[in-house]
């Protein structure tokens, strides 16, 4: 594609379904939140553009900021009818964070210790499965904060300063398995474990994220389905600050659907285009640009 400039506020090419794109690409990497579910139904016209897409015998690989081990994100997805004829594979945030977790591939890591507290609602327990760690009920018992989101859906990231503020007197650092900062879920927002983690490192805490931007989540999908040439993969995802940013640092094309987690923003329904001048302007304030646009994910 085009090289596209943020000197410009020209607006990112608007278009009506992939298929205006398809035949560019061997392969694509696809956001699941907003982009093929709501947390609550699939959107049947994505997946019949992700059947479309592969019918020509291209890849897909589906990445979640989801804090949960990908065969947990791949059984629910399979739940709200998003299956094998779909992708050919599935990752995720918290697949990510469970994997650094069990290896300690790196110094910070290996100096965590071995306490941690969780904070994040039961449903996020699979995380703790199969560690060598002990989960303790008390901050002042922990080495470390293992940070997979809020327990409940009306929460607000105020709301763990009881928990937050003295593990920042002990020096605490923490791990945060998503990087979102909310989710839409049924047409209701939330706050995701980037909420919490943005609070506790604005007050000087430290956060190790897992999950997009971070290139090497896109980099594991890669490998997964076999694709070593970057000018062949097409990201698609409906966060700037997370897929398109994470798509920039990886060097991947990208695709933004605009009636995501940007549509109260733009003023956008779901299925609702966009006024250009406000969406360049919204790339510019946030400093990264897609390479096209889209209302929602369709043929």
């Known amino acids: 594609m085009a090289d596209l400039s943020l000197s410009t506020l020209n607006s990112p090419p608007i278009l009506g379904g992939l298929s205006a794109l398809a035949d560019g690409y061997e392969a694509a990497i696809v956001d699941l939140w907003g982009v093929l579910h709501d947390g609550v139904t699939a959107f049947p016209a994505a997946l019949d553009a992700l059947e479309r897409f592969r019918r020509g015998g291209r890849k897909v690989a589906i990445l979640s900021n989801a804090p949960r081990r990908a065969a947990v994100v791949a059984a629910r997805n399979a739940e709200l009818g998003i299956g094998p004829q779909h992708a050919d594979h599935v990752h995720s945030s918290g697949e990510d964070c469970w994997r650094h977790l069990k290896a300690r591939p790196d110094a910070w890591y290996r100096a965590l210790g071995r306490r941690c507290l969780h904070i994040g609602p039961e449903r996020d327990w699979g995380l703790r499965d199969g560690l060598d760690i002990d989960f303790v009920e008390a901050v002042g018992q922990a080495e470390f904060l293992l940070n997979s989101g809020a327990d409940a859906p009306d929460e607000r990231a105020e709301d763990y300063d009881p928990v937050l503020e003295p593990a920042l007197e002990r020096g605490l650092p923490m791990i945060c398995a998503n990087p979102d900062l909310v989710v839409v879920r049924g047409g209701r927002r939330e706050i995701c474990a ?100 889209m209302p929602v994910l369709r043929w």
């Open 194 to 293: 980037g909420a919490i983690a943005q609070r506790y490192a604005a007050r000087g805490g430290v956060v190790r994220y897992h999950g997009k931007p971070d290139p090497g989540v896109f980099e594991a999908c890669l490998e997964a389905i076999g694709q070593a040439g970057r000018r062949s993969v097409l990201v698609i995802g409906d966060s700037l600050a997370t897929d398109i940013a994470g798509a920039r640092a990886a060097g991947l094309d990208c695709l933004l659907i605009t009636g995501g987690i940007h549509a109260e923003v733009l003023g956008v329904e779901a299925e609702e285009a966009p006024e250009p001048a406000r969406l360049a302007a919204l790339c510019a304030e946030k400093a990264v640009r897609p390479d096209a646009a």
